[in-house]
Each structure stands twice: as structure tokens, then as C-alpha cells.
């Protein structure tokens, strides 16, 4: 087993440049642990949007129901009634609703052209529209109120509305699936991981290939005792070792730091995200000895890792989501093997069923990664067959009994 312990020495010579890539990704997963991290609840928890009320017309029963009534839907935010102030606030986002009560509206509320309500929300937000409705309810009952009774008594007309709004059904809610959801926090790790990986094994494998490749090694390689298969197959079995030693530190370390959604997870759920990066881990695997037929020096060796892997992460979604890339990008996209590595990822963390129609689309997606894999070996069989007979195998080393 020469051959094997001569690639983990060469390993462990370049084990500072290998820590240096890992450490930087461990950061990276802590920095998106804390942006993504959220606490799932079986509690539903009403969202309370923050408002302004200006009342610029008299203090009644309804305006003081009014404001008990947002009060338990909403923060309330209060505000001085002037030009600059209401635009600070909402420049800055202080507040979502900003309710103007003009003068003379509830003296108006049986007239056929009653005074308007004047509304400010953030647009395109749900929170503006929603304390616009429950504003919107509140009147159009007192104002339906007002009009069918001639002597209305506007305390009883308030309690009553207040009453009818606040009225509540209960809910059941069922969890047919004995999970908690995917955090985004370790799903993040694992849809930026293809990066990791492919940087990982490019500068591990090729840095084997590239100590056996120079041409004084071949040739004393060529001349020994030791059969060529057997040297191949222990190149392959270190190079195996390496990823998969790798490819478990870096689980091990997915599994500490979101321990606490890990643990909540399904097993099956965590095990097919797990497999899905080992199958990524082939292929990683195999572009690695593709790239090693080219890579000739050090230069080559981190341009062709960073290339690589920049180039298969960014196209295929594991830093840009799949979501907004245009049309033209993602026909491109499906036929990189990153893409199907990142849509087998969103539909394990989107499974809520373990049946056959459930898991179809995972298979599916893990087998084309798979298919990924076999072109590429085959590809590499194909590359190396033609180059291993070439002259320029051996470099371009002049030796002393050369004419």
C-alpha cells in the first residue's frame, strides 16, 4: 500500500490549505445559521403591524372603542399631527398604518356623502392592509349602525361592534407529518455546500495526480514492479478516503450547529439531505479526476478549483436561488449537475409524506445527478485513454541520453 500512503503524505502536506477553505466555510454557515435561523411554534401567533391614529375631529365613545380595538390587533405608534413628523416615520419605517381622522367625520356618518377616512400604508406589505380592514370593518358597522336607527345611542352602538369583532371561532390544527419543517438555517448549509465540496475535492485530488504526474515519477513508476492497475486503484482508494473523511467532517459539523432543528427533524427527512450531498460528493469526486488530466502546476490547480466550483454553484442555484433566474439562464442551468443537486434539496425539504408519489421526484432528481456522475467518469476513462500514449504525458523533461 505504497501507492495509498504516499497520497494521504501528500495530503497532509497541503492540510493548511485544505483547514484554511474548511474554516472559512464554517464561518460562512455560522453567519447564515444566525440570518436564517427561526423558532417553529404549533402556536398560532396573530402578527401585530404597528399604526398611527391622528384624530383631528372630537373624542367620542367611537374613537375610544376604535383605539381598543387596533390596540389588541396592533402596536400602536403615536405620532404628532405634522407634515414632517408623518413623513420621518414613514421614511423610516416606524410605522405600517397611518390612520387621519378629518374633522367633522362622525358628525357625517348618516350623510349621504360622508367625510373619507385618509389612509397611509406601505405598499406592497400585507401589515398596511391588514389594519386598513379591521379599520374599514370598525366604521362600516357603526356608519350601517347610525343609518337604520334614528336616536342611535352611540355607547351601545360601540359595544356592540366591539363585541361583534372581537368575536373568535376555534381552530383545530392537525400535523399529518411527525416533523418539524427544514430549518433555514441547515438547509442553507447544505444548498452552498456543492461549493465546499467541489473546491475541496479539486484541490485534494488533483494535488495526488499532479505529485504522481511529473515525468521523472511516471517513468520510474512505469519501470517498477508495481502492475499499473494496482497503482490506479490505490490513487483511487486515497483519493475515496480523503473525500469521504471530508464529506464526514463536514456532516458532523451541519449536525452541531443546528442541533437544535435537527434534532426536531425526521430521521428520513435528514437522511436523504445527507445522501443527496454524498451523491454530490461523487460527482465532485469524479469532475475532480477529469480536471486532473489537464492541471499541470499549482496555478492551474487553484484556477481550475475556483473556476470550477464558482462556476457549477452560481449557475446551478446554490448561491443565487432558482427562483428569480430568468428562462434563458435556468434551460442552461438544468443541464449543470448543481441544478438538480439543489432541486432534489427543495423537494426533501419540502416533503410532508414518505409515499411512492412523494419520493418519485427526489429519485428522480438524485438519479440525474448519478447519470451526472457515469458521464463524467466516462468522459474521464475516454481523456485518459487518448492521453496516456500521447508524448506529451510525459512533460516535456529532456533527459541526458536525448539526441
Not at 505504497?2 to 492540510?15: D, E, H, P, Q
Not at 349621504?112 to 406589505?125: A, F, G, H, I, M
Request: net charge negative; glycine share 6%.
Amino acid at each position: 500500500m505504497r501507492v495509498f500512503k504516499a497520497c494521504l503524505l501528500v495530503i497532509r502536506r497541503r492540510m493548511v490549505m485544505f483547514a484554511t477553505y474548511f474554516i472559512i466555510f464554517i464561518g460562512v454557515s455560522i453567519m447564515l445559521s444566525q440570518i436564517g435561523r427561526q423558532s417553529y411554534s404549533s402556536v398560532f401567533e396573530e402578527s401585530r403591524p404597528t399604526f398611527t391614529v391622528i384624530n383631528r375631529d372630537k373624542e367620542t365613545t367611537y374613537t375610544e372603542k376604535m383605539m381598543d380595538f387596533l390596540k389588541e390587533h396592533g402596536t400602536y405608534v403615536p405620532l404628532e399631527d405634522d407634515l414632517e413628523a408623518i413623513q420621518d416615520a414613514r421614511f423610516n419605517e416606524a410605522v405600517s398604518y397611518i390612520l387621519i381622522i378629518p374633522e367633522g367625520f362622525q358628525d357625517a356618518l348618516k350623510d349621504e356623502k360622508p367625510v373619507r377616512l385618509l389612509e397611509n400604508k406601505t405598499q406592497d406589505s400585507a401589515s398596511g392592509y391588514q389594519m386598513s380592514s379591521y379599520v374599514n370593518q370598525y366604521w362600516g358597522y357603526i356608519q350601517t349602525r347610525e343609518k337604520i336607527e334614528e336616536n342611535p345611542d352611540r355607547e351601545k352602538i360601540a359595544d356592540e361592534v366591539s363585541e361583534l369583532l372581537n368575536s373568535s371561532v376555534s381552530v383545530e390544527k392537525r400535523q399529518y407529518l411527525k416533523t418539524q419543517p427544514v430549518s433555514e438555517g441547515f438547509k442553507a448549509q447544505y444548498q452552498v455546500a456543492p461549493y465546499i465540496i467541489l473546491v475541496i475535492c479539486v484541490l485534494c485530488i488533483t494535488s495526488i495526480f499532479l505529485s504522481f504526474q511529473r515525468p521523472d515519477i511516471r517513468m520510474r513508476n512505469l519501470c517498477g514492479p508495481l502492475k499499473p492497475f494496482t497503482r490506479l486503484w490505490q490513487m483511487g482508494l486515497g483519493c475515496a478516503c480523503v473525500g469521504i473523511v471530508f464529506w464526514i467532517i463536514l456532516t458532523v459539523a451541519g449536525l452541531f450547529l443546528y442541533y437544535d432543528s435537527v434534532k426536531d427533524m425526521d430521521i428520513r427527512i435528514t437522511g436523504l439531505i445527507l445522501l443527496n450531498s454524498f451523491i454530490m460528493l461523487l460527482l465532485a469526486m469524479a469532475v475532480s479526476v477529469l480536471a486532473s488530466l489537464f492541471v499541470r502546476d499549482t496555478n492551474m490547480q487553484n484556477a481550475a478549483a475556483n473556476i470550477l466550483a464558482l462556476g457549477l454553484s452560481f449557475l446551478g442555484g446554490a448561491f443565487v436561488p432558482i427562483s428569480i433566474m430568468g428562462d434563458g439562464v435556468l434551460k442552461f442551468a438544468r443541464c449543470l449537475p448543481v441544478y438538480w443537486y439543489e432541486e432534489c434539496l427543495d423537494e426533501i425539504s419540502g416533503l410532508t409524506g414518505f409515499g411512492m408519489e412523494n419520493l418519485l421526484p427526489v429519485w428522480k432528481c438524485m438519479g440525474i445527478l448519478l447519470g451526472f456522475t457515469i458521464a463524467v467518469l466516462c468522459v474521464t476513462l475516454a481523456v485518459n485513454k487518448q492521453k496516456s500514449g500521447a508524448e506529451e504525458s510525459f512533460g516535456t523533461t529532456k533527459t541526458e541520453i536525448e539526441m
